[in-house]
């Protein structure tokens, strides 16, 4: 077989690679921490948000683990700068998939979701909906 | 490589035996078996996680479901008096594969090693430990023995201690010494790591165990599929392995134990078939191992065990040990043609059927992913063995784990996988 991957196409090596947006705003609106605890992934996401205090104006991650994780949260920091965190709240798993443009195999969907459900989490923390100190993924291995 | 390979066992007889190696995969995986989409030849690499079932076995169930199903012990008809001694005579089986002499009073099924763990750790542990004992552990146990003994220790404030490894992945003898004293009540150890490949010299622990007046406890589900065992040999007072991973069924363990211990301990689980007499007030224990064996126990799964070790007994165990050791040397030594491969545990000629492992610069889940894609189906993760891994400071690896129908064709198609790997993540 050539070079060829169903699911480490490209985009997801590229943004794996180089990832955009890596490393620690200076002044985030709030700053959330998860990670799936059976692969090691671990994801920072710090927001910014614009004077309306509901749009999403700066994203960056920091963190370390699979391709797929870190790709997916890579690719979350320039989606999300523009849109709402009621938006936010709203994206769910098929989202995240179609963000990511590839078919990402069942036992690697908790990678992919990773980002979306710490920046999730950072924002219900932030409106006073849960109080949780670290996003867990569920499942474990 | 030479086109027609010389291995121990017979392996293109014994690979007839199991349908299951035929298939092709990488198609979608929402409904189970194989389907049209399924294009790529399996390459089975997970066997320390479970190993498949041969035709011999799958049909012994098949023959009691069809033939004699029937609850057991209780019944005083026919067909309950052929499931009885089925069932029954399965645990005679199994202390006999492990060199048990007292037979089936020495051997419990449980629903796996993980169970039997659990039935010493409350049935003993809890009764028997005090604040003042301690328990000792190997840094390499896996969670069904680390975590069980961990809780149990918190709940009667007793002291869990590990006995370090050292840089091969070997246990540190002196520090064994060390922490194995007159407070220790209970070694427990695995025989091999089902991380490292590791195999330990759980006889000299046994020694240093009763020289202090405590048990010892060998985790043996890397070690019974593996290589013959033999309990008294190794002096164990407890040893617990898994059926399905030496050819049975999933649901079904053994729990071994000395019979003056066993006769000694409290039941863990209450119910039918455990008991003798029961009044509104009180009741009395069943017969060993019965009173360990609460509820309809797994009778199908007990009757395929016993199948699985009869076609283990028939390739014979020291040539079931000698393909491990042969497929284990073999892969170590192809991946340590790599500088970007840093692989866990003791050299090649001197571990179990297994090797773990990390590509530089790939995440084991990814390269778990790219060898899938290749058929090539290992394992990513911790192992069950998270604190290991913490040591080793690897939140994950790749672990490659060999079994009677394995070939080095397949080793080879795993290192191929992994340049595809390299290339993709250059």
Request: hydrophobic share 35%.
């Amino acid at each position: 077989m050539g070079i060829g991957s169903d699911m480490y196409r490209q985009q997801i090596l590229d943004h794996y690679k180089n990832p955009r947006n890596h490393g620690r705003l200076d002044s985030p609106t709030f700053s959330h921490t998860g990670e799936n605890p059976s692969c090691g992934d671990t994801i920072t996401m710090d927001v910014q948000l614009a004077d309306d205090g509901e749009t999403i104006e700066r994203v960056a991650f920091s963190g370390d683990g699979c391709a797929i994780s870190q790709a997916s949260a890579s690719m979350l920091t320039q989606r999300l700068p523009g849109t709402t965190l009621s938006e936010l709240n709203e994206m769910d798993t098929d989202d995240i998939t179609e963000m990511l443009g590839v078919d990402i195999s069942p036992m690697r969907v908790k990678c992919a979701v990773l980002a979306r459900q710490v920046a999730q989490d950072g924002a219900k923390i932030h409106d006073g909906e849960i109080e949780i100190e670290q996003t867990k993924t569920e499942d474990d291995d | 490589m030479e086109a027609k390979e010389s291995y121990p066992v017979n392996v293109g007889a014994i690979r007839s035996d199991f349908p299951i190696l035929e298939r092709n995969v990488g198609g979608d995986t929402s409904t189970p078996g194989e389907h049209d989409d399924d294009t790529t030849p399996l390459v089975y690499l997970d066997n320390a996680a479970t190993s498949h079932t041969p035709k011999q076995v799958v049909d012994s169930i098949v023959e009691y479901y069809h033939g004699y199903n029937s609850n057991v012990h209780r019944g005083i008809h026919h067909l309950s008096q052929e499931a009885s001694i089925a069932y029954e005579d399965a645990h005679d089986r199994v202390a006999e594969f492990i060199g048990a002499s007292g037979g089936r009073e020495e051997v419990a099924f449980t629903k796996n090693t993980t169970e039997a763990m659990n039935t010493v750790a409350y049935a003993w542990g809890l009764n028997e430990l005090s604040p003042d004992d301690s328990v000792v552990l190997t840094e390499m146990e896996h969670h069904a023995s680390l975590v069980t003994w961990q809780q149990i220790a918190k709940k009667v404030g007793a002291e869990v201690r590990y006995i370090r490894i050292d840089e091969d992945g070997r246990l540190d003898m002196e520090h064994a010494k060390e922490l194995i004293d007159d407070s220790t009540k209970m070694v427990s150890v695995v025989h091999i790591s089902n991380t490292l490949g590791t195999i330990n010299p759980v006889s000299d622990l046994a020694d240093m165990a009763h020289d202090v007046g405590a048990y010892i406890f060998v985790d043996g589900a890397q070690s019974a599929p593996t290589r013959p065992v033999d309990v008294e040999t190794i002096d164990a007072d407890f040893f617990a392995f898994s059926g399905h991973k030496m050819c049975g069924p999933t649901g079904i363990g053994a729990l071994y134990g000395k019979r003056d211990i066993l006769d000694e301990m409290q039941p863990y689980h209450y119910g039918g078939s455990m008991i003798r007499r029961v009044t509104f007030d009180d009741a009395t224990w069943e017969d060993l191992p019965w009173k360990f064996e609460a509820g309809t126990p797994p009778i199908a799964q007990g009757i395929g065990f016993a199948a699985a070790i009869d076609y283990l007994d028939d390739i014979g165990m020291e040539n079931v040990q000698a393909h491990e050791e042969l497929l284990a040397e073999y892969a170590y030594d192809r991946l340590s043609e790599f500088d970007d491969i840093e692989i866990y545990g003791p050299p090649g000629d001197d571990r179990g059927g297994l090797v773990s492992f990390n590509l530089d610069g790939v995440h084991a889940h990814d390269l778990s992913s790219i060898l899938n894609e290749q058929g090539v189906a290992i394992r990513a993760g911790d192992h069950c063995t998270q604190p290991l891994h913490d040591k080793l400071g690897a939140a994950a690896s790749t672990r490659a784990s060999f079994y009677i129908y394995n070939t080095k064709d397949e080793v080879d198609a795993l290192v191929e996988g992994l340049d595809i790997a390299r290339e993709l993540f250059a």
